[in-house]
């Protein structure tokens, strides 16, 4: 069984920068999706950037150019380096595991099976 945890969240002024850092444990699948995901007060939890084992990647529209996501798989780490921060980045941000699949599969949600507690961002004005 999976296990998630994130750490770096924090406040940040606007135009500042972040990295989120995510360790997995336990994870035997060799075929995975990871990525981050956020929730923001009053809106659905939406995704922010993915990556899979097979050099697949996405972002979501509002955070191309800013956000970047990478993995260290020698330490079993998604990192999510988050620059020119806005307001409006202001939420709570989870990462996910979805074992076995690919992006090119297009996996809703539903198929993260594993989840971290979420780490909260906010970024003032």
């Known amino acids: 069984q999976a296990q998630v945890t994130e750490s770096g969240g924090g406040l940040v002024q606007a135009g500042g920068s972040l990295r989120l850092s995510c360790v997995v444990s336990?994870?035997?699948?060799?075929?995975?999706?990871m990525g981050w995901f956020r929730r923001a007060p009053g809106k659905e939890r939406e995704e922010v950037a993915l990556l899979d084992t097979h050099g697949g990647l996405k972002y979501a529209d509002s955070v191309k150019a800013r956000f970047t996501i990478s993995e260290d798989n020698a330490k079993n780490t998604l990192y999510l380096q988050m620059n020119s921060l806005k307001s409006e980045d202001t939420a709570m941000y989870y990462c996910?595991?979805?074992?076995?699949?690919?992006?090119?599969?297009?996996?809703?949600?539903?198929?993260?099976?594993?989840w971290g507690q979420g780490i909260q961002v906010t970024v003032s004005s």
């Open positions: 336990g994870n035997a699948y060799k075929q995975y999706i």
């Open positions: 996910a595991i979805a074992q076995g699949w690919l992006l090119r599969e297009m996996p809703t949600q539903a198929r993260f099976d594993y």
